[in-house]
């Protein structure tokens, strides 16, 4: 399996690494929720709107500054929508990706995404596939990495991270996970964009989340992947625009509900617009003669 630095390292040497990472993260909120791991809900099915801003009226979903771009290229993707040629992306993750929590399964963050990025590239033909297992974890994902990569997509979003922390789980372990990964997407030639954890009050009360999602920053830099960073924008929502938790994260205190899921796919679709038109802007300049 790839390593992600040379040479042997132990797993108490990986977290060492990364804990630069996990110490600029801001003091975790407690809560007094019991943590296990995340299991399916399901809701009662519900006619979507046409109107993407409909689930926004009682709270606008306002994008952050720092999370205005990704910070690594998309490149495939970004060629293919500048051609308005098909374009096809795979969401592999647990629940949360699959859309527990959720009234019905257009409210999942894949589903949202599709819709989202449909009315920004509306001359492209966009599919968003939603491959969330519930209750999966990295290791889970990575056995079944050949049917998430059979559809041949442009774009692999991969979420991963809470199951292993719910679970007091391996964290260092999941770095030669993320890295085999990331090479085995690679290869096929499809981006990589990974997601981290969410900020809920399962997830916050358990010891080894700041450290997860350092691990998740950790690697997707030294990879040169796009991370969008779902703990801090949640974090943002909760403690900078004062949004209580009831109003994006559903009654088990772990999954989104549909407000969550719809502004968590309004600001990805945001920064992967973004990072298009960057990667635009950067292809048209002409070098120094």
């Not at 993707?77 to 009234?103: F, N, Q, R, W, Y």
């Not at 990964?181 to 990974?194: C, E, F, P, Q, Y």
């Not at 989340?209 to 690697?219: D, H, P, Q, R, T």
């Amino acid at each position: 399996m790839p390593r992600l630095i040379h040479g042997r390292k132990t797993a108490s040497t990986t977290a060492a690494m990364v804990s630069a990472f996990a110490l600029g993260l801001s003091a975790l909120a407690l809560s007094p929720v019991a943590s296990h791991a995340e299991q399916a809900t399901t809701g009662a099915s519900t006619v979507v709107s046409d109107d993407l801003n409909s689930v926004f009226k009682a709270q606008p979903c306002v994008q952050s500054k720092s999370l205005a771009q990704l910070d690594a290229p998309i490149a495939r993707l970004s060629k293919k929508l500048d051609a308005h040629e098909p374009v096809t992306i795979v969401a592999v993750g647990s629940s949360s990706t699959g859309g527990a929590g959720a009234s019905s399964p257009a409210y999942s963050y894949p589903s949202r995404l599709e819709r989202e990025l449909r009315q920004r590239f509306p001359e492209t033909p966009i599919t968003v596939i939603n491959q969330g297992v519930n209750g999966e974890d990295a290791a889970s994902m990575m056995e079944r990495m050949d049917a998430v990569l059979a559809p041949k997509p442009d774009l692999v979003i991969w979420q991963l991270g809470t199951n292993t922390v719910l679970r007091d789980g391996n964290i260092p372990a999941t770095a030669d996970l993320m890295q085999a990964g990331i090479s085995r997407i690679r290869k096929t030639g499809a981006d990589v964009l990974l997601i981290d954890p969410q900020f809920a009050p399962r997830v916050n009360a358990k010891p080894g989340a700041s450290e997860m999602v350092g691990l998740i920053a950790y690697v997707a830099k030294q990879a040169h992947v796009p991370l969008f960073r779902r703990f801090v924008a949640m974090r943002h929502w909760h403690e900078d625009q004062a949004i209580a938790f009831d109003r994006f994260i559903s009654a088990d205190g772990l999954h989104m509900n549909d407000w969550g899921y719809s502004c968590l796919a309004r600001l990805l679709a945001d920064n992967i617009t973004a990072t298009v038109v960057r990667s635009r802007s950067v292809a048209g300049v002409r070098p120094f003669l």
